[in-house]
């Protein structure tokens, strides 16, 4: 995985700079600058080129103007739209805590971001944009770091000595907050998580299949508070784990289970994370469709998000105690693969009846959950790409929580604060009955109509009395479309900063 080579520190002051970020707002009686503390004539200076240069100070729009021009000691002024204050935030609207008429966190965290992934190669860039509560800074710095953020480890690159070579990027917020230097190491964690699951996510399933998986996420918490302990096949037929065996089986790569372990002392409370991690569907003997399969190498986001909160956990010295379950298999059509009518029993001793191999995430999830609950911790949350009905019922930029009321409430709290889209589901009383099988305790495919709450009915019955949630990023995990804000093209990290949140809002 590549290194997190990104420096964020706050100044109160604007010095020479490589490349300067302003705000522009879109009004009613057009765009205006939002650059608090910046000098007033050099700004109004700028704000006089505004409708020259065309811009409009809508969201994503970002606009470059030699520093030269300005009045700002500065190489390039970066205009990046933050939006209408009167608009919908960009987050989770039912639950943005943004004073009514402000811009909202979410819209700069994007707007930063926005900003920052237009200027690659750029290693000095100062932030203008308005850090005046612990939010807005937290927001800022996010959406920047977040937006620097490139993958291109398979491309040939040819030394012809033009090539800008840089050591990382130098970001400086301009902010007077007090505890601005605790944010911002706070902020620099996130980022680094949300890159661990994005590089993850987008190596390619030739490099990262379930051994490799697991060798990536060991040497990742080497040097860490966090201890790693691989099951191999041997371990997982030892124990039980029919589910990940299963599925596995049609593979020349093996399943692994991952454990990651972070104790610190006087901990207030265990959190359990257990995430899928498919590193390849192909469907199984029930094979998907050719253009089905395209990105299905993200299939593994929910565990390599967990890897990512994990080491953020850790390295923010979170006093809770956090334990990770990474459930990893590659789903292959062979003839040793699972095939419909089979019968696997899951960890604990419930048996299920494999009515299409394509509903695989459930079995290797079932597997985890069990081992995840049998540690008694005070709640525990999965996080998968489960099911296609979640695109179809939510779209590709929202996931669904589905699980015990007061989990999801928590879960959803924690989303409005990191301006993460979810929605709240509840889990319908009858979903659970399209899984009664007639040879086995249950079925891995029910009802046809809302797959996504009836897989989260069958993931209950593998949780017992511990108050559980579960995460559906089927949608948001990976982005097929052009960049957006912070958000890059493919694998996104959706999630990492919710959960991290939700951890943290149990270290009080």
Do not use: C
């Not at 050099?42 to 970002?62: F, H, I, N, T």
């Not at 569907?281 to 089905?292: E, H, Q, R, V, W």
């Not at 390599?304 to 953020?312: D, E, I, N, P, S």
């Amino acid at each position: 995985m590549a290194e997190f080579a990104i420096d964020l520190t706050a100044t109160t002051t604007i010095d020479q700079t490589e490349a300067l970020v302003l705000g522009v707002e879109s009004t009613d009686d057009g765009p205006v600058i939002v650059a608090p503390g910046l000098d007033e004539n050099a700004v109004s200076g700028l704000q006089d080129q505004l409708e020259a240069l065309g811009v409009k100070g809508k969201a994503d729009e970002v606009t470059r103007v030699a520093g030269s021009t300005t009045g700002f000691d500065t190489k390039i002024v970066v205009l990046t739209g933050l939006g209408s204050a009167d608009a919908p935030a960009q987050g989770t609207p039912m639950l943005d805590n943004s004073p009514a008429g402000e811009i909202s966190a979410e819209a700069l965290r994007r707007a930063a971001g926005a900003a920052t992934a237009k200027l690659a190669g750029t290693t000095e860039i100062t932030i203008a944009l308005p850090a005046d509560s612990a939010a807005r800074l937290t927001a800022i710095a996010e959406g920047a770091a977040l937006g620097t953020y490139s993958f291109d480890g398979y491309k040939t690159k040819q030394d012809n000595g033009d090539e800008e070579q840089t050591n990382g990027v130098d970001l400086k917020i301009v902010t007077e907050l007090a505890e601005a230097d605790t944010l911002l190491v706070r902020a620099s964690a996130v980022a680094r998580a949300t890159f661990i699951t994005r590089d993850l996510v987008n190596t390619a399933p030739s490099h990262l299949f379930p051994g490799t998986f697991a060798q990536e996420v060991e040497a990742l918490v080497e040097n860490s508070n966090v201890k790693a302990t691989v099951y191999d096949e041997q371990a997982l037929a030892e124990g039980g784990f029919g589910g990940l065996l299963g599925v596995g089986q049609g593979s020349a790569n093996p399943p692994r289970l991952v454990k990651l372990e972070y104790t610190p002392n006087n901990a207030k409370g265990h959190v359990a994370l257990v995430g899928k991690g498919i590193t390849f569907d192909t469907g199984g003997i029930s094979l998907k469709p050719a253009g089905s399969m395209e990105t299905m190498k993200s299939d593994m986001a929910g565990a390599a998000t967990v890897a990512g909160v994990l080491h953020a956990v850790a390295e923010l010295g979170l006093d809770v105690n956090v334990t990770g379950w990474l459930a990893m298999a590659e789903n292959m059509p062979s003839g040793t693969g699972i095939k419909p009518s089979d019968i696997l029993t899951i960890r604990g001793g419930t048996t299920v009846e494999v009515m299409n191999t394509d509903a695989e995430g459930r079995l290797v999830l079932a597997d985890a959950l069990v081992a995840a609950t049998e540690e008694n911790p005070d709640v525990v949350v999965d996080i998968a790409t489960l099911t296609g009905a979640a695109m179809v019922a939510l779209g590709v930029r929202t996931t669904g929580i589905m699980g015990a009321e007061d989990v999801r409430s928590e879960l959803a709290d924690a989303a409005a604060t990191t301006g993460e889209i979810v929605v709240d589901i509840p889990i319908p009383e009858e979903a659970r009955a399209g899984f009664d099988s007639n040879v086995a305790d249950l079925k891995n495919t029910g009802e046809r109509y809302g797959g996504m709450q009836g897989a989260a009915a069958f993931l209950r019955e593998f949780v017992g009395d511990t108050p559980w949630a579960h995460l559906d990023i089927a949608g948001p995990s990976f982005n097929e479309s052009s960049p957006r804000g912070y958000t890059a093209k493919d694998a996104t990290g959706a999630m990492v900063r919710t959960l991290i949140e939700f951890v943290a809002n149990r270290d009080n």
